[in-house]
């Protein structure tokens, strides 16, 4: 029997909205039932709130009473979008168990949590913790009073927090200086963090600790730590007002009183854990002034030893130490690096350390084969495989070569139009050296961070069976270097690629002398040019509470290699063909877009994320279009979910033919604005509710693609909008998700038409034919 795989699709995702509205609502239900399970004399504890009371404002209001939150515990049951406690609900309804393994103890006690209690909290505790708090923040004797109160078997902590005017920094007074070190202590004051005036809070006192360490590590005290350094505070002298005395221990080891200096440096680069650490080895090299100890002449010596930057007889700098480490992680070719100090035994005793870098080597060569599921943002899906070669250190200066090769088989899933096949076949190779590779020398700074000269060349080959085969090539050379932990710039000097349509089926030359515009996009050509990527990713950055993301792109083709030819022609009088690049066009177009992200996170693994995406593609001189491959398009996984990839745009174009013309849907610009609150649900599954709205158009309208171009004062009226909701399962390998989108507005239906939200309750058949489930890996941003 033939099953029909768009109906069957269908079929799965109603039945997919009807359990989940139906779980949604019965566990909601039920939640609310969850204190019949309680004792006579139980409550069951829904959390504590803090009122903060004063005499005077209260400055930084918020920033206080987030910190005081912070002191309560424990936490209450979590709630299920804010409503229901289902994880309680779950352990209430598996019912008892005496064994310790087995469904129904997974279901009570890894999906289910059991009652928190109002007996369970410690008032008391929490009311000196919150004291300790209120007093660490400058709010000096501060009150704290508490009250519970119980409704319905259910019971909340209310805690009152009686304040005053907190205390400011008045006069700060550092060490004379008697002492080398009191007098680079005191050095320090112009620099200070605790500015006269600023609310007095310990956080900030031990900042200023922190903040003076690090500067005499920077002087060579290398055994000098923050636990040293006190301060007295006098209330006294004014009001409201702290005087802070900086003041150095008495007992102060002698050793944390001297500057050190690099005495010897010992280097093992092919250091294993099992190996003794011994400094008269044979094999022992002098480069550099360091001893470079190793039996395996693996790598090239002066590529290890020119990027520790702790020379001999210097002072101890802990900057130098940070940038020594980070540039061998950065190398890529050890698996562990470690430094080591020991005092070092001077003739004349001063004082030195000894310097011992051990670097563990990963295996040079390498061999990775990977079966994987493939999901795109354009909604194909399927397994793929991948072989990868890697050869770590392949011209002894930790240079690394990638080979790999990879094949998928894959198939667009979502929405209603005709699910299509896809094979992909490619061959990739990297060459990269963990420095600046230039025709001239570059003296390079002392950096943190390993800047990497690559080489790329690859090949792939499609087929989009009913469609086309295709064949592209590309080559790069280029640099990547970061600027920080935060930021990454990369950029391709030159890139050539070459997109070629290989055999087309007769239904696609038909859409394609049907749609001139179309198959203007799809000739073969050259794009030859450069291409620059900057990026900037706070995430790494753990003390913050949100986050920032922003990438911009800059692509180009054309301009240099029209000046080349015309260069050539200029020379041979009039004989070198401009317009082609050995019998092939070359695009000539310049691209630049931007995706900017903000993180806003709440508790319990709560956040909200941000989405903006906006680029333009514009093509210049002989280049009527944007190639196929470099052009935008909405919809897909990482889109608009509620539409499939390719089904919305350019402006209120809609093809007759939805089912074949998923390749016209292309264009010239993008604008997406992209919402998603992402919540816990529990164990290894979380959930997320979305909003996406966007569009592409094109800079000039084509009489094949009308209602396409872009318009200033029409293009907002011609905004696609999606909304939806979705599971997220992190495997902590791997996140697998399922969202199932829901559209709200079609842009190309006419003006006064275009919200669809009440479509979806006027007739049976709505879901089957709108509804888009989307199955991906990963986050779509």
Known sequence: MKINSQTYLSKIRVLLVRCCFLFLFTGMFYACSNIRHLSESAYLYTGAEIEIESDSDIPKKRELKDHLNEALYPDPNRKFLGIGRMRLWIYNVAGETEKTKGFKYWLKYKLGEPPVLSEYVNQENVSSLLKNRAFNRGHFKPMVSYTTQTKKKKAKVVYQVEIRKPYRIGEVYFPEDSTDLLSKIHALKNETLLESGEIYTLDLLERERERIRIALLNQGYYYFSPSHLFFEADTTEGEKSVTLYLKLKEDVPDKSLKPYRIHDVYVYPNYALEDSLSTSCPDTLIVDDMHYISRIKRFRSYEITKVIYLDKNELYNRDDHKKTISRLIGMNAFKYVNIRFEQADTADSTASLDMYVYLTPEKINSLRFEVSGIAKSNNFVGPGAELTYINRNIFKGAEMLTLSTYGNWETQVGGNAEYLNSYEFGVNGRLQYPRLETPFKIEENRQEFVPNTFIDLGYTFQQRVKYYMAHSLNAGFGYEWKNAYTSRNNLTLISIEYYQLGKTTELFREKLEQNPYLASTFKDQFMVGPRYSYTFNDQVNTELRNHFYFQGRFDMSGLLINGVLAGLDALQKGNQETDSLFGSLYARYVKVDGDVRYYQNFKRENKLVYR??????????????????????????????????????????????????????????????????????????????????????????????????????????????GSGFGLRFDFSFMVLRLDLGIPLRKPWLPEGQRWVVNDMFGYSGWAGENLVLNIAIGYPF
């Open 612 to 721: 903006l995406f906006a680029g333009i593609g514009v093509p210049f001189g002989k280049s009527p279009t944007l190639p196929y491959v470099k052009q935008y398009y909405v919809g897909g996984t990482n889109g608009i979910r509620a539409f499939r990839a390719r089904s919305v745009g350019p402006g209120t174009y809609h093809p007759p033919d939805t089912a074949n013309v998923i390749y016209a849907q292309t264009g010239d610009i993008k604008l997406e604005l992209d919402i998603e609150f992402r919540f816990h649900i529990m164990g290894v599954v979380n959930g997320a509710l979305y909003l996406d709205a966007g569009n592409i158009w094109l800079i000039k309208e084509t009489e094949d693609v009308p209602g396409a171009e872009f318009l200033f004062n029409k293009f907002y009226k011609q905004i696609a909008v």
